[in-house]
T-cell receptor, first 114, second 118 residues
Framework: AQSVTQLDSQVPVFEEAPVELRCNYS??????LFWYVQYPNQGLQLLLK??????LVKGINGFEAEFNKSQTSFHLRKPSVHISDTAEYFC????????????FGSGTKLNVKP | EPEVTQTPSHQVTQMGQEVILRCVPI?????FYWYRQILGQKVEFLVS????????KSEIFDDQFSVERPDGSNFTLKIRSTKLEDSAMYFCASSEAWWRGPNTGELFFGEGSRLTVL
């Protein structure tokens, strides 16, 4: 089985500032990694994913994440946030042994202030 | 853009009552899932469904829960006798079949059905 830890439950940041949302995972097998975003009263939308290849992946809305196998991390970054980025962000992992089963972190609420 | 749709968006029920949450997955997807999120907690896997049968279920998915694909488009989650602790947001998701290779690996989620058990 896999597990995901998102250490920051809330991250306040000013508009146009950079942000990093942290995600660490544990797994005994190789993994696929995902970031989902949930806007208020909406479902979960995929931001980006790492399946294989380049460890730096780019997603929608200017977000990117870097897979670091040695540190078992998949941190999400954006160089300049907008008010519209205010949402909850979930890191998720699935294992090569069962990639149809996702394990989610507890989420990080990003609050972008003007 | 194809999407997963869920109904109802919010349901309030009395403890002990039966509840059915409905989902319409993306039409060409073959794997279906239910996840739930108790307020303030993680999104948790409940069950996956493929080829008209349960592929996998979690410890949470006990005998009070059941899933069904009653026709070619709907995928339902039934809770036979609701308990207070069943209050949560329930997310339906769908994905392409795994045997096509992990070329997408993406779960497409609906907007969720909020269940409140009183």
């Amino acid at each position: 089985a896999q597990s995901v830890t998102q250490l920051d439950s809330q991250v306040p940041v000013f508009e146009e500032a950079p942000v990093e949302l942290r995600c660490n995972y544990s797994s005994s097998v190789s993994v696929y990694l995902f970031w989902y975003v949930q806007y208020p009263n909406q479902g979960l939308q995929l931001l980006l994913k790492y399946l294989s290849g380049s460890t730096l992946v780019k997603g929608i809305n200017g977000f990117e994440a870097e897979f670091n196998k040695s540190q078992t991390s998949f941190h999400l970054r954006k160089p300049s946030v907008h008010i519209s980025d205010t949402a909850e962000y979930f890191c998720a992992v699935s294992g090569f042994d069962n990639f149809n089963k996702f394990y989610f972190g507890s989420g990080t609420k990003l609050n972008v202030k003007p | 853009e194809p999407e997963v749709t869920q109904t109802p968006s919010h349901q309030v029920t009395q403890m002990g009552q039966e509840v059915i949450l409905r989902c319409v997955p993306i039409s060409n997807h073959l794997y279906f899932y239910w996840y739930r999120q108790i307020l303030g907690q993680k999104v948790e896997f409940l069950v996956s469904f493929y080829n008209n049968e349960i592929s996998e279920k979690s410890e949470i998915f006990d005998d009070q829960f059941s899933v069904e694909r009653p026709d070619g488009s709907n995928f339902t989650l039934k809770i036979r006798s609701t308990k207070l602790e069943d209050s949560a947001m329930y997310f339906c998701a769908s994905s392409e079949a795994w045997w096509r290779g992990p070329n997408t690996g993406e779960l497409f989620f609906g907007e969720g059905s909020r269940l409140t058990v009183l």
